[in-house]
Every structure is written in C-alpha cells, then in structure tokens.
C-alpha cells in the first residue's frame, strides 16, 4: 500500500462527514430500492454492509489484533476456505435485526455515524507504533483510516447515484482513494481481497493509464497498470506522455467512481483513448 496523502485526523473528519452525508441522502429512499451499482444489494443491505464494515475495524483496532479477524466475528480467523467476497455477501445476508434503527431514517442516521465515530475513537486510541493486522502494506493503524474514508466514500456514492445527486469529494481526498484503490491491483498480499475474476485479466504487458484531469501538486494523480506475465505493476505519476493501451481521463471524483465501476467509460464526463476492449475487460474483472 501506498503512504496516505492525508493526516490521520483530516481522515477521521472526513470519515465522519461522508458517514453523515451518506445517511442524510438514504432518507427519502426506500429500503427495499436496488441499489443499481451493486447488483442484488438493496440500500438496506448497503447500509447494513457500511456498519458491519466500521464495526469490523472497530474490533481489530479495539483489539489490537495482529491476525485477521473476519467480518462479524469476534475473533481471529481460522480454517474458513471462503473468499473474501463470499464471506462480506453471506454477511450482509445475515442480521437484519436492529431493522428499526435501519428502517426508521432518524434511526439509520444515527445507526451510520454512530458506527463512524466508534471507528474514529478507535484509531485515535491507538498508537502508530502498536502492532495491527491490515490487509496489505505496514502492518499497524495506518491502512484503516484510508480505507474507511474509501469505502464509505464509495458507497456514498452508490446512495448520491441512487438519489440523482451529484457525487463530489475535495480533489486531494478523491485522488488519495483512487491511489489506495488502484495501488492494490499491484500488492500481492491485497489479491484475496480482490474480485474473484483478477485471476483472469491479461498477463501480456498490457497497459492502462488512469489519469485525473486536475493534477495534484502533493500526491499522485496518474496511475499505470502493466498487467505483465509476472504479475500485474503499478506505477504512480507516470508522466503524460507516457503511452498505454488504454487510457481514461477524468476529474478526480469521476476517477474514483471509474476505478471502483460505479460509472461506466462510455459516460461523456470523461475521455477514453485507446483499447476500449481492454479496458472494459479490466473493469469488469478486477473491480468487485
């Protein structure tokens, strides 16, 4: 993984504030609406999924945990063969219970930025030399406040797409997701927490830049995949002229939403050069 771009307390601001803007616009949804960019999800289960996530790294840093413990349950794990996208689908199938503080939208507030803060008072209570499990990159607190800031930006996102509201984050914080999302196509360690179908992208040198349209002056804001035989690179902050197969050009929101497959390539906020075949291979086979 990547350094984070951010200081841990811009992080946990930032968790706290897409935890609140994601529950203010599921209000005036009903529960039982597919969510269109998480195919057989309703919002009931994307917002149970955001909480289960939170209360997930809550206990891995409450616990200080230097082994996984798998999503809902209170130890580490041992002896379960299922992947990773078996094990979060079997999950948000179960426990639909408190459904009140889920169906009433007073209650589904405070159900989500409750969740969030827990999460906070975690990282804030652990130190940066403590030892903790994380999927990939240095083993202490440091993954956890980026990926709770991506994966709740992300689903935030699938509600803003769901209400028709413009999906916005500050360029700084919406490039540092992009580079913590795609920096893990090129970490072994983060492959069993990849789609199942990574397997399957190419392994010829094929070549696909993901370009932000409003450079960063402090972190990076291009990214290269080289899907090479040996396994698949990334190379950070490549420079423009650089060539690739593929290449896909937008504001540093819409990249987000790019990499993570919530908006298609052919939508016309962007710029798509190239093998438009590859590129559509690799976002329907590495992005879960």
Not at 6 to 26: F, H, I, K, M, V
Not at 238 to 257: G, N, R, W
């Amino acid at each position: 993984m990547t350094d984070p771009n951010l200081t841990s307390s811009r992080y946990t601001s930032e968790l706290r504030r897409e935890a609140a803007r994601l529950a203010d616009a599921s209000r005036g949804i009903p529960l039982s609406e597919p969510v269109t960019t998480c195919p057989g999800w309703t919002l009931g289960d994307l917002v149970r999924h955001v909480r289960q996530g939170h209360d997930w790294a809550t206990t891995i840093l409450t616990a200080r945990s230097t082994e996984l413990i798998l999503p809902g349950d209170q130890g580490a794990a041992s002896g379960d063969d299922k992947s990773w996208t078996e094990r979060v689908a079997e999950l948000g199938a179960q426990d639909a219970a408190p459904e009140r503080r889920v169906t009433d939208p007073a209650l589904r507030t405070r159900f989500l930025t409750e969740g969030a803060d827990r999460l906070v008072h975690a990282i804030d209570g652990v130190g940066p030399e403590v030892p903790i499990w994380a999927p990939h990159g240095k083993q202490n607190k440091e993954f956890w406040p980026r990926w709770a800031v991506f994966e709740t930006a992300v689903h935030r996102a699938d509600v803003y797409l769901m209400a028709g509201l413009p999906f916005e984050l500050d360029n700084d914080v919406a490039l540092d997701c992009v580079d913590f999302c795609v920096s893990a196509f090129g970490a072994p360690a983060a492959r069993p927490f990849l789609s199942p179908l990574f397997s399957q992208v190419p392994r010829g040198g094929e070549t696909l830049s993901f370009r932000s349209a409003e450079p960063s002056a402090d972190g990076a804001s291009n990214w290269l995949i080289t899907c090479a035989p040996d396994g698949v690179r990334v190379t950070r902050s490549t420079a423009e002229s650089d060539p690739a197969d593929a290449t896909v050009v937008a504001t540093p929101s819409d990249l987000l939403l790019v990499v993570k497959g919530r908006l298609r390539p052919e939508n016309p906020r962007m710029t798509v050069l190239g093998d438009r075949a590859l590129l559509d291979f690799w976002l329907s086979h590495a992005v879960s």
